[in-house]
């Protein structure tokens, strides 16, 4: 069944984890009993497991499910699925914490420690995507505030003059110019950027100019690139075979699941917020019959149907928002050439039932970007945090060895 017709239950997911373990239990019921010797937690280290494997198939379940109803607020790619996929994110990284740390004496030894280490290593190559992407949340920001100059210049206003529709104008061409994709984007007027701040005389005079500006926080270099970080993430990540998964008592599956939910999460944000060399042609490398493979496939093939239409193809942000925006500004801009005045009547109703549109569009912004950032920092700070413990722990392992 290819994965866009995915229409099931996590009940009706093929429990891939479960067989393993119970695999597992028949092979090296020894090898169990002696880690029992190590470790006061290790006989409870596949109900772990599977409750971790669990929690992975149910948030991508329900992530696909908010997905495909299109009529909800957290609809494919809008800050509310974005958000959600984050929450998803946060839990499983603490529950996958909460293995390695539950059973260190079976975690933190050869060749569980290896595998737990790489882990960490693509973690870290994270970080910069989630640098990257709150600098694409100032942009949206940014754009935001020319979108409110529009509003602000056509609304609440008892009559509507020439003044007015420049003012408007001048934004919506700002807006128009800013968010063109980064491929097309002059590198001068980025490369100005780096000199903007609060000691730069400067800055007041071309603060006009802001929402031409790709990021105003530059938290990476110049020479980043999006796609290059993903595929680095991705890089040699392949399921584990059957002696693997016995060898070290099913937690490679576990580490396997982790590394997978991790370069999704850093892939799905790259695709929706504006960033640096943004691409998507990632390998995703995971085998349908993972209790959560197929939901994370079937989101990985929508995406991507939504990265080749037509209206979304070479724009700087896939997040439903950004093409609100888009169509707004795009509405505004043939609705404010198109005027004469004085306006009619009918026109002047048309202008205001536009910048109503206009308006709901930018509460939803406004309501959704200040939590956004907060949970992308959260995501930072929780692999920061679960990174530095772990390495800690195998530097105390492998010193007392």
């Known amino acids: 069944m290819p994965a866009t017709d995915y229409q099931g239950s996590t009940a009706g997911f093929p429990s891939f984890g479960r067989s393993v373990f119970s695999f597992q239990r028949d092979q090296v019921h020894s090898m169990d009993a002696a880690n029992n010797n190590h ?33 909800t607020p957290e609809g494919l790619l809008s800050v509310g699925w974005v958000r959600k996929l984050l929450d998803a994110f946060l839990c499983c990284q603490e529950e996958f914490r909460a293995v390695l740390f539950n059973h260190k004496a079976v975690v933190f030894r050869h060749p569980v420690d290896r595998m737990v280490s790489d882990y960490f290593e693509r973690s870290v190559k994270a970080l910069d995507v989630c640098n990257a992407i709150r600098d694409g949340i100032e942009q949206i920001r940014q754009w935001h505030k020319l979108l409110e100059i ?44 780096r000199s903007f701040g609060r000691n730069n005389p400067s800055a007041g005079r071309d603060h006009r100019h802001l929402g031409h500006f790709r990021s105003l926080s530059w938290s990476v270099s110049r020479t980043w690139s999006a796609a290059r970080q993903l595929q680095a993430i991705g890089n040699n990540l392949a399921a584990p075979r059957a002696n693997e998964v016995v060898a070290t008592n099913g937690i490679a599956l576990a580490v396997f699941t982790m590394n997978s939910v991790l370069l999704f999460v850093m892939w799905a944000l790259v695709a929706a917020i504006p960033c640096q060399d943004r691409g998507l042609q990632v390998h995703f490398s995971i085998p349908r019959n993972f209790s959560w493979g197929l939901p994370m496939l079937s989101l990985h093939e929508r995406i991507m149907e939504e990265s080749k239409r037509r209206d979304r193809k070479n724009v700087c942000g896939l997040l439903l928002e950004i093409h609100q925006i888009e169509k707004c500004s795009r509405v505004m801009s043939e609705l404010t050439d198109s005027v004469q005045f004085p306006l009619t009547e009918e026109k002047d109703v048309e202008v205001r039932q536009r910048v109503n549109e206009l308006s709901q569009v930018c509460e939803a912004i406004k309501d959704g970007l200040d939590p956004l950032e907060r949970q992308v920092r959260e995501v930072f700070h929780r692999i920061v945090r679960s990174r530095t413990e772990g390495l800690d722990y195998l530097g105390r392992a492998n010193h007392s060895e």
């Open 39 to 71: 470790d006061s937690g290790a006989g409870n280290l596949e109900v772990d497991l599977d409750a971790f494997q669990r929690q992975v198939a149910n948030r991508f379940h329900d992530l696909w499910s908010s997905a495909s109803a299109s009529s």
């Open 150 to 193: 529009v509003r602000c210049a056509l609304d609440n206003q008892r009559s509507l003059g020439e003044g007015q529709f420049r003012r408007a104008k001048k934004a919506l061409i700002d807006l128009a110019i800013g968010m063109l994709d980064e491929k097309d984007y002059n590198t001068t007027v980025a490369h100005r950027n």
